[in-house]
């Protein structure tokens, strides 16, 4: 298994896993284990080739993009509910003493929203989102490196 150094934020220098980082140039069949159903084959299709097609997906994305297909199909169902129950039913629910409360459906749409929110973060699908996942430049160190200029004057 290939390693990779990196310099964790305290300055510790780690050994992790080069997989982890690997970007993937094909976009892998949807786990089995998740069980999709064909709509969210779909959206797992569409959202991560587009991913690969940027360059934007390793090996630790793909259960957030399963998260994803899985999250966008539940939104569209609790949406056609709604649409198909209307407001009494849809949007809704009236108990039989007559208090009522937003339907299950409602509850479902918001969350799936919330999560939908949350994973086009972690992807970066909205503008601003991907100028925050833009590679970090290395800033320029302004008292320079005394090692560097010890060698350059030293050694040409």
Same mark, same amino acid.
């Given at each position: 298994?290939?390693?990779?150094? $990196?310099?964790?934020?305290?300055?510790?220098?780690?050994?992790?896993?080069?997989?982890?980082?690997? $970007? &993937?140039?094909?976009l892998?069949a949807?786990? *089995?284990k998740?069980?999709?159903?064909?709509?969210?084959?779909?959206?797992?299709?569409? %959202?991560?080739?587009? &991913?690969?097609?940027?360059?934007? &997906?390793?090996?630790?994305?793909l +259960?957030?993009l399963?998260q994803?297909?899985? *999250?966008v199909?539940?939104? $569209?169902?609790?949406?056609?509910?709604?649409?198909?129950?209307? #407001?009494?039913? =849809? &949007? $809704?629910?009236?108990?039989? =003493?007559?208090?009522?409360?937003? *339907?299950?459906?409602?509850? +479902?749409?918001?969350?799936? +929203?919330?999560?939908i !929110?949350?994973?086009s973060?972690? #992807?970066? #699908?909205? #503008?601003?989102?991907?100028?925050?996942?833009?590679?970090?430049k290395?800033?320029?160190?302004?008292?320079?490196?005394?090692?560097?200029? %010890?060698?350059?004057a !030293?050694?040409?």
């Amino acid at each position: 298994m290939a390693n990779l150094k $990196i310099v964790t934020g305290d300055g510790e220098v780690k050994e992790v896993n080069k997989n982890l980082y690997q $970007i &993937l140039d094909k976009l892998p069949a949807p786990s *089995s284990k998740f069980e999709l159903n064909d709509d969210q084959k779909y959206w797992y299709k569409y %959202f991560g080739q587009q &991913l690969v097609d940027t360059k934007k &997906l390793t090996k630790p994305d793909l +259960i957030h993009l399963h998260q994803l297909a899985t *999250s966008v199909d539940y939104y $569209i169902q609790a949406e056609k509910k709604i649409r198909e129950k209307g #407001f009494d039913g =849809g &949007l $809704i629910q009236t108990f039989k =003493g007559g208090a009522t409360n937003v *339907s299950g459906y409602v509850t +479902i749409r918001e969350k799936m +929203i919330k999560e939908i !929110n949350e994973l086009s973060k972690h #992807f970066g #699908f909205s #503008f601003k989102d991907r100028s925050k996942l833009v590679e970090q430049k290395q800033q320029v160190n302004p008292q320079g490196d005394l090692f560097e200029e %010890f060698i350059k004057a !030293n050694h040409g």
